[in-house]
């Protein structure tokens, strides 16, 4: 009767090596998707903060990872793609998320061997108040313990290149066919910074001539804009307001009791 000899180290070496092998693959992918604008912020806050790019932490790869231990992420777009990191993040470490807004933007066409075709700037602007839109998946957190959220208004030039023919991009996102795609985003100045961590953070971004109890209409004509029925909707859902009455069709709300 043979017997079969079994290697207790086999299977924790084999975990180990395929989660090395994950996080390598990870790391790969999020550097050969990565914006010229990620990158410039990246390596201008691992500089701040003295902090390490593309660490694995928690089995996942975070942007910095500080000496002190705090976590640095950086979205250029979509902030809902972070809610599943920053629920894991948050359990352990501090987390700061950085967000730039894009309130100038200049749109450079090049043709596809590289020559300029044209240039000038988008008529489409941002404020602080279009970061609402990008908090609906991340209010849960955002009064959270150790969580910070910078936000950015930054100019930043869009590279597109023009093609031959109208096409569809790969996530076929567009509506209308066009003649070129987006290629590259580069950051060009930080116009200034916005840092989000209590409550009075949050709340100082109201009209200082609010009336006690007010409406979307009222936010909207204070300066708020179109946003102010998003801003309603985050901020009822962090505990901030509360509704008090509904005057015909409109809802009036007023600071939370305890704020």
Same mark, same amino acid.
């Given at each position: 009767m043979s017997t /079969? *000899?079994?290697?207790?180290?086999t299977k924790p070496i084999a975990l180990f090596l395929f989660l090395v092998y994950k996080c390598i693959v990870s790391i790969m992918i999020n550097t050969y998707s990565e +914006?010229?604008?990620?990158?410039?912020? /990246?390596?201008? @806050?691992?500089? %701040? @903060?003295k902090g390490k790019t593309e660490q694995s932490v928690m089995g996942k790869i975070c942007d910095i990872l500080t000496k002190e231990g705090h976590i640095i992420e950086i979205q250029t777009q979509n902030l809902g793609k972070l809610t599943n990191k920053?629920? #894991?993040?948050?359990? %352990?470490?501090?987390?700061? #998320?950085? @967000?730039?807004?894009? #309130? &100038?933007?200049? #749109?450079?066409?090049?043709?596809?061997?590289?020559?300029?075709?044209? %240039?000038?700037?988008?008529? &489409? &602007?941002?404020n602080i108040n279009c970061i609402f839109k990008e908090l609906t998946s991340l209010y849960p957190f955002l009064l959270g313990k150790g969580l910070v959220l910078e936000i950015l208004e930054t100019s930043i030039t869009e590279i597109r290149i023009k093609t031959n023919t109208v096409i569809q991009l790969e996530n076929k996102s567009r509506r209308y066919k066009k !003649?070129?795609?987006? *290629?590259? /985003?580069?950051?060009?100045?930080?116009? +200034?910074?916005?840092t989000f961590e209590t409550e009075k953070d949050y709340l100082a971004l109201?009209? /200082?001539?609010?009336?006690?109890?007010? +409406?979307?209409?009222?936010?909207?004509?204070?300066?708020?804009?179109? !946003?102010a029925h998003c801003m309603i909707w985050v901020y009822k859902r962090m505990g901030l307001i509360e509704f008090t009455e509904k005057k015909g069709r409109r809802n009036y709300f007023r600071l939370t009791s305890k704020k």
């Open positions: /079969k *000899k079994i290697n207790i180290f +914006s010229q604008l990620h990158k410039e912020l /990246k390596n201008l @806050y691992a500089t %701040k @903060y920053i629920a #894991i993040f948050t359990s %352990k470490y501090p987390v700061r #998320i950085v @967000y730039p807004l894009v #309130i &100038k933007k200049t #749109i450079e066409t090049f043709s596809p061997e590289g020559d300029l075709l044209s %240039k000038r700037q988008s008529p &489409k &602007k941002q !003649e070129w795609y987006k *290629k590259d /985003k580069k950051l060009t100045q930080i116009h +200034s910074t916005y109201f009209p /200082k001539n609010l009336p006690a109890e007010f +409406s979307a209409q009222d936010l909207c004509s204070l300066g708020v804009g179109k !946003e």
